[in-house]
């Protein structure tokens, strides 16, 4: 299995690039943070740890310094991926690098909109460019994969606002995205769909909430939070898409790692199967409060 793991720095896509790693594939870890550079995220994680962690599952992590706005460095990615293996399996977009950008339950005339406009470049342009380049590898196939990383289902975010208009309007873009691969690869036999992880435990969030991974029960925020999940578990989810055959069916669809992990029998790290989406959405009964541990 040949795959890109477009955004693969850190949080779900490095999550996913692992997990690809472990079922054995080559996996092009793909993002501007490395070593000698870091990106305006400003975060310590780079694209060659990811690498490094894709080889120790078992598969070959190869990390490709690339700017995804940048139609000619993704262009020559595609010629690498070519020239290398000429094809590709698996690709996988979850270019984000905006957590900077905006700002909760703000109104647009009160948002800085040149960072409005940059976010939604990073979320939605950066994913186009990329398939743009490296679909044509793919289609020379039967059977290949687009995933697109997003944040909550359509069916979540059809009836709710997500807070912010920029933000709302890149993850409802990149589930549309999913959809879109989906009937683009139709008729070469591939598939394309979206997956959303849960209340992820990344880098960033467990660095927000003061806790690292050992001790993140105690971060004092919303209830939901115990309901969270690490990288691992949408990436495991990935993973057993990747490589079922029969993956078509789920062809044009918006989905949970949740959904993936019921679907495929799949559990998080710790042997727990989170179900956050399911406690943000199942009715309550007046005056009484869900248990989070009845989610996991």
Same mark, same amino acid.
């Given at each position: ?17 692992? =997990? ?46 690339? #700017? ?20 590709? #399996? ?103 769909? =979206? ?102």
């Amino acid at each position: 299995m040949i795959a890109v793991v477009a955004g693969a720095t850190r949080g779900t896509g490095r999550g996913i690039a692992v =997990a690809l790693g472990a079922a054995g594939a080559t996996v092009y870890c793909t993002g501007r943070s490395t070593r000698r550079q870091r990106s305006e995220m400003n975060r310590p994680e780079t694209i060659e740890e990811t690498a490094e962690l894709v080889t120790a599952a078992g598969g070959t992590g190869i990390p490709v310094q690339v #700017d995804h706005l940048d139609p000619a460095q993704v262009e020559a990615l595609a010629e690498r991926v070519d020239r290398a293996h000429g094809r590709l #399996d698996v690709l996988v977009n979850d270019v984000w690098g905006s957590d900077h950008l905006w700002d909760w339950e703000t109104p647009v005339w009160k948002h800085d909109m040149e960072k409005g406009f940059r976010l939604l470049r990073l979320a939605i342009d950066t994913h186009v460019i990329t398939s743009g380049h490296l679909l044509p590898l793919m289609i020379r196939n039967e059977g290949g994969l687009v995933v697109e990383v997003t944040d909550g289902t359509w069916a979540f975010n059809e009836t709710r606002y997500r807070d912010n208009v920029y933000y709302d309007l890149a993850k409802v873009s990149v589930n549309r995205l999913g959809f879109a691969w989906a009937n683009e690869l139709r008729p070469y036999g591939g598939t394309g769909v =979206a997956v959303t992880p849960g209340f992820l435990r990344s880098e960033a969030m467990l660095d927000n909430f003061g806790v690292t991974e050992d001790n993140w029960r105690e971060a004092k925020v919303d209830p939901a939070w115990q309901v969270s999940e690490t990288p691992a578990y949408v990436g495991r989810g990935v993973a057993a898409l990747a490589t079922d055959p029969d993956r078509q069916r789920w062809s044009g669809r918006s989905v949970s790692s949740e959904e993936l992990a019921e679907a495929y029998g799949l559990t998080d790290v710790d042997g727990s199967r989170p179900r956050v989406w399911s406690f943000l959405t199942e009715p309550r009964e007046p005056g009484k409060e869900l248990d989070p541990a009845d989610y996991r």
